[in-house]
C-alpha cells in the first residue's frame, strides 16, 4: 500500500481538502476512503442521516425507497469489499436492514464525523487555482460558502423523475414511482395503470396487486425478467461463480434459454419477446411479476399513446378508464448544484467520464457511483473513491489524452447495450472491477477477487 502521506497532491498546491456531496453509499465510500489516505474530507448530506435512497422518508422532496422496498441484487454481491453484511441479514435485505449497514459502515470508519447533515449544497462552482467553492445552506436557514481543493459528486442517479410526455390530460390521480411510499387505502377496489417494465415498475405493480382488484401494467419496450433464485440460490451469486469458468458469450444464450425453460415463453404471459439477449439492457429482476400475471391480478398492456381524461389511449388503439396512474419511467442525470453550461449529462446517450469518473476539463473533480452495473453500485464505488484517492495523493495518473481514452472506452462498452438514455451509464460489473483494480494495480494496490461472502476473503476484515 503506497504511503498515505499527501505529499504530492495532484492539481493543487498544499495539501487535499476534499469536499463530497451526498452520504448515500458511494459518498460514504469516498468518505472513507479519503480518511484511510490521510485526507482532509467534508461530507455535505441534505437528510438527517446516512443512506441516501435506503434513508425510507415519507417527507417532501426525498427520493426513498418505498414501505416494503428489499434490494434486487443479493447480499454477498452487494456489500463492501471490506464490510460484510451481518450473518443474520437475508439473501436480500430490506431497506431498514440496509440503512443500519449503512449507519454501521459510517460508524465503523469513522465517517459519521466527517458528515454535516441537513446541509444542502446550493452551488458547486470552480474557483481559481482549480479549486471548488461550494455554497451551502444549513438548516437553519444560513448560507455558507467554502473552498475544496478537490469535490467528489455523489447525489445519486435515481431522485430526478423524469415524467412520460403524451398528449391530451388525464383526470384521475398520477404520481411517479419517486413518490410511492405505500398502497394507500384509497386505491382498494380501484383501476389503477403502472407505466414502465423497469425494476420500479415491476414493483409497485406487485405492491398495488396485493390490495386492488385491477392493476395494468403498460410497456412500452419488451423485457428480461429475471428471478431472485435460480437452482435454489439468488440469481446474481450463481451467475458470479459460472462467470469464472463461462465466457459470456456461452453465458448470455444459456441463461436466455434456461429462462424460457423455466419460466416459459414470455409470449404465454401476455408479454412481447425481446429479440435480443438478456443483459443488453439492465435487467429486471422480479421473482413475484410473472406469476401475479398468470394469476391474473396484474395485466400486461402495451405502451401507451395518450392521455384521454379519466383513462388512457393504448397504441393498439384500445381504451381503459383508470383511476390512477403510477409512471415508473425513471429518472434524469442531474446536477442542480452545478451550472447547466459547465455539466449537464440530462440527455446524454453516453455520459462522457473516464472510468465513469473523471471530467476531461475539471481535473478535480470526481463522480462517485454514476454508473449502472448489471449488479450493485457501492462496492465498485468503493474502488472509485480508492483510486479518485490516490490521483489526489499523486500515487496515480489519469491518461495524458483524457478525451481520447474516453471516446475509446465509450466506443467499446462490455456489452452491445440497447442504444438509449437508460443505458448511458450501464456497465458490466465484473468487467467495470477488473478495470478499476487494474488502474489501483499501477500505484501499487493489489486485490485479490471479490469475496463473495465467505469469511475470511474480505480486504481488510469485518465490523464489530
Known sequence: MPDPTPLRPEFTDGPPRLA????????????????????????FEQNHAVGGNWLFSEAPGHSSVYE?????????????????????????PDHRQLQAYFEAYARHFGVLETIRFRHRVQRAEPAPGKRWRLRVETADGLVLEETFTHLAVANGHHW????????????????????????????????????GAGNSACDVAVEVSRV???VALSLRSPQWFIPKYLLGQPTDAL?????????????????????TR?????????????????????????????PLIRHG?????????????????????????????????????????????????????KVPLFRRMLHPDLPTL????????????????????????????????RPKDLRAAIDKELANPHYDFRDSLRHSTEVDYAQFRAELLAELKTCGIRIGPPPMGRPGRYRTGVHA
Open 20 to 43: 463530497v456531496i451526498g452520504a448515500g453509499p458511494s459518498g460514504l465510500a469516498m468518505a472513507k476512503n479519503a480518511l484511510e489516505a490521510g485526507i482532509d474530507v467534508t461530507v
Open 212 to 214: 386492488t382488484r385491477d
Open 366 to 397: 470526481y463522480f462517485i457511483g454514476l454508473f449502472q452495473p448489471l449488479g450493485c453500485i457501492w462496492p465498485l464505488a468503493d474502488y472509485q473513491a480508492m483510486l479518485a484517492c490516490q490521483e489526489m495523493l499523486g500515487n496515480w495518473r
Open 262 to 290: 423455466l419460466q416459459g415463453p414470455l409470449r404465454d404471459y401476455g408479454l412481447p419477446e425481446p429479440d435480443w439477449a438478456p443483459y443488453e439492457a439492465h435487467p429486471t429482476v422480479n421473482q413475484d411479476l410473472l
Open 160 to 195: 430526478d423523475a423524469k415524467h412520460p410526455e403524451y398528449p391530451g390530460e388525464f383526470t384521475g390521480e398520477y404520481l411517479h414511482s419517486r413518490e410511492f411510499r405505500r398502497v394507500p387505502e384509497r386505491w382498494r377496489g380501484k383501476r389503477v395503470l403502472i407505466i
Open 297 to 349: 391480478r396484474i395485466r400486461p398492456r402495451p405502451a401507451v399513446e395518450r392521455w384521454d381524461g379519466d383513462g388512457v389511449v393504448f397504441i393498439d388503439g384500445a381504451r381503459e378508464p383508470f383511476d390512477v396512474v403510477v409512471a415508473a419511467t425513471g429518472f434524469w442525470i442531474s446536477f442542480p448544484f452545478f451550472d447547466k453550461r459547465l455539466i449537464d449529462f440530462k440527455t446524454a446517450r
Open 68 to 92: 416494503n422496498t428489499h434490494i434486487i441484487s443479493s447480499k454477498t454481491q452487494s456489500e463492501y469489499e471490506d464490510f460484510p453484511m451481518p450473518a443474520d441479514y437475508p439473501d436480500y
Open 239 to 259: 451467475a458470479a461463480r459460472s462467470a469464472t469458468w463461462i465466457p459470456a458469450f456461452i453465458g448470455r444464450p444459456l441463461l436466455q434459454r434456461l429462462l
